[in-house]
């Protein structure tokens, strides 16, 4: 029987060991997710993922190799691909389209990214992070991006011609035939109550605790906004059965 070595590294880096223990909890968190079985079914490597899809073309990255890494169970090589090549994929699915296997490399991708946020992953946290004013917007607000957001400030990775919206933004969300969106500080009200049911269902799919795990200070903000919301809610319900008696 082959003999497995408790700790996996290269002797002369400085990079910290890697327990097998580690290694295997990652991967059996990736199999255990729902969608796996569904996402993978064989590999045949021919690479037509990786010919149609974009992000190998511009990136050191290739969704057959990533497939191959779980369909080979090389727990290693899923390990070290979760510290950088998996945030490439743009999650256009075009490979799941193409692939003769009914793969969903994409997918697959998807579950492993939240394997790495599930595990703190410093990938995951710096990926992350610009998009913690997101997070905090939807938990204080109900939306996600505000027009006020799309700034070359706030989004610097967006390159140059991003100057082009940020314009006379005020001007060009005049133009939208709804009324409720020529705001730009919100996209649309969001009501109270509705704030509130999201907090339950972010709560209960484990949303929060995968929030906390990746940055504790955003999510001691975020609870503190919640709980003010709730004790508003609260509140309104009570003024409203004052209103009844
Ligand atoms: S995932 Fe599908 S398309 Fe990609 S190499 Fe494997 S069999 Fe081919
Ligand atoms: S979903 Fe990801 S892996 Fe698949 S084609 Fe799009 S960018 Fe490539």
């Known amino acids: 029987m082959a003999q497995v070595s408790a700790a996996i590294g290269d002797p002369i880096s400085d990079a910290p060991i890697l327990e097998q223990a580690k290694l295997e909890a990652v ?10 079985d569904h996402e993978l079914n064989g590999c045949l490597n021919c ?39 998996i945030w490439a994929c743009a999650q256009c699915y075009t490979c799941a389209a193409r692939c ?25 946290k710096e990926v992350l992070r610009p998009f913690s004013r997101v997070m905090l917007k939807i938990i204080s607000t109900g939306n996600q991006l505000a027009p006020n957001m799309i700034t070359a400030d706030h989004f610097p990775d967006w390159g140059p011609n991003v100057s082009k919206v940020e314009a006379p933004l005020a001007v060009l969300r005049k133009a939208i035939p709804v009324p409720t969106l020529h705001t730009l500080d919100t996209a649309w009200e969001v009501n109270l109550k509705t704030s509130i049911e999201l907090y339950t269902i972010w709560e209960a ?19 503190d906004i919640m709980e003010e919301k709730r004790e508003d809610y609260d509140d309104w319900l009570e003024e409203q059965e004052d209103d009844d008696d």
């Open 100 to 124: 003769p296997f009914g793969n969903s490399p994409g997918g697959l991708v998807m579950i492993m990214r939240e394997t790495a946020i599930k595990h703190g992953m410093e990938s995951a």
């Open 27 to 36: 991967f059996a968190d990736i199999q255990a997710h729902p969608l796996y």
């Open 205 to 223: 799919t484990g949303v929060l605790d995968a929030l906390e795990t990746i940055d504790q200070n955003l999510f001691d903000v975020i609870t």
């Open 47 to 85: 690479g037509i993922c990786t010919a149609t899809c974009p992000s190998a073309h511009y990136y050191d990255y290739s969704p057959r190799e990533i497939v191959q890494l779980l369909w080979t169970e090389n727990l290693e090589g899923i390990y070290d691909a979760m510290q950088e090549k």
